[in-house]
């Protein structure tokens, strides 16, 4: 819950609580685990929520729609937004009963392997909780995180300085036919470009070609 | 792995393996651990991989592009069906390290909270393999899992007739005012619209309607 910015755990009837066993996994998080609020019924847990949403693994023969938790996770931040919401779990052995599905608005499922569908509670909240923070996040969470910009990159002269560069020793070399070119220097380009040089990393590929060794021009050429 | 449909692991110098109290834990997915393939290295464990994907929970000082998990798993599972594609995990104290980070071809991170961002190796595992389920699912993971529909909805002659049970019991019962009705029965509508009815629950909402008690109509009605 803390890795992902959440922070109100209620407890239903905890076996054991609190318990030094789960103080000493929760390790940066005991603070969490500290403020949690213990309760005696689901219904008292739920008090003050506009909306409830039940994980459940299975199926169930029942006349709920069923939504996967990436849906659910966006419709309960936009309530979010205005009024306490809840996700609720079940045991670790044998989930939420049916009572306990009926005081959810909704239910909600991990899309498992139909074969082994049965995540650990922990790793099934870990996901719950891993979506309302990419919810949370939106557009943000998809942003691609660029490298640190400390590396100046390379000006679009010196990476075409690079390119005759190169051409001019492929050329020398004996690699690149000037009367049959292909695409060479266009395959190059394309892949330089995916690069995005750096201004030293340009430095260091025209030393390169600086110190290929030059055969004897062909005749012809 | 198993939970999300994946099955094959690699180790790079397990600490002990096989181990018992590993297997204990590995429940029905026992056989995923047996068949874990044991390297040497990390290089010995991306043979033949085309594409490595490395998981870091801290924004390195490193040129390297990094990208959210939700984006890594969509393009390697585009890569992955044409060749072998991999997700590497570093240890759970200290995760990867630069030298292993640099056998990637690409970094990618879960966007946890920057105040506690190191979510548990077994944590990390998880949302990265339902990553990698959600993309395969693609449209069919976004698809809403609908009721079982032993339950037969009502025709719309059905909800039309409830309607005009209700609007005339409102009317009967004084709650409807004909000469200011408001928007009184669109917002009946629009509520029991959202319900999508079952032809027995009009049937018993009618039977509700049928039994509400009369009171003498008002003389000016």
Redesign the interface.
């Known amino acids: 819950m ?4 959440l922070q109100h755990l209620y407890l239903v009837q905890p076996y054991s609580f609190p318990d030094a066993h789960a103080t000493a996994l929760s390790t ?2 005991a603070n969490l685990l500290e403020s949690a609020t213990v309760c005696n019924s689901l219904t008292e847990a739920l008090t003050g929520c506009a909306f409830a949403i039940g994980l459940s693994a299975r ?1 169930r ?8 938790v ?2 659910a996770a966006t419709e309960a931040l936009t309530i979010a937004a205005n009024q306490p919401i809840a996700f609720v779990f079940g045991t670790e052995m044998s989930g939420l009963s049916n009572a306990e599905l009926d005081c959810c608005q909704m239910i909600a ?5 139909p074969d ?4 650990n509670l ?2 099934a909240v ?2 719950v909780c ?1 979506e309302l ?2 919810a949370a ?1 939106g557009d ?3 942003d ?5 910009q ?2 100046e990159l390379a000006t679009n002269e010196a990476i075409e300085g690079f390119y005759a560069h190169l051409e001019e020793t492929l050329l020398n070399i004996g690699y690149l036919n000037p009367v049959a070119p292909k695409k060479l220097m266009g395959r190059m380009r394309r892949l330089y470009a995916r690069v995005r040089l ?1 201004k030293e990393e340009v430095n260091l590929l025209r030393g390169i070609l600086t110190l290929t060794k030059t055969p004897k021009k062909h005749d012809k050429y």
């Open positions: 803390k890795t992902m910015g940066g998080a199926k023969n029942i006349s709920h729609e069923i939504v996967n990436r849906s499922m991990i899309p498992a392997n082994y569908s049965s995540l922990s790793a870990q996901v891993y923070r990419m996040l943000q969470a998809n691609t995180i660029k490298p640190n400390t590396n750096e």
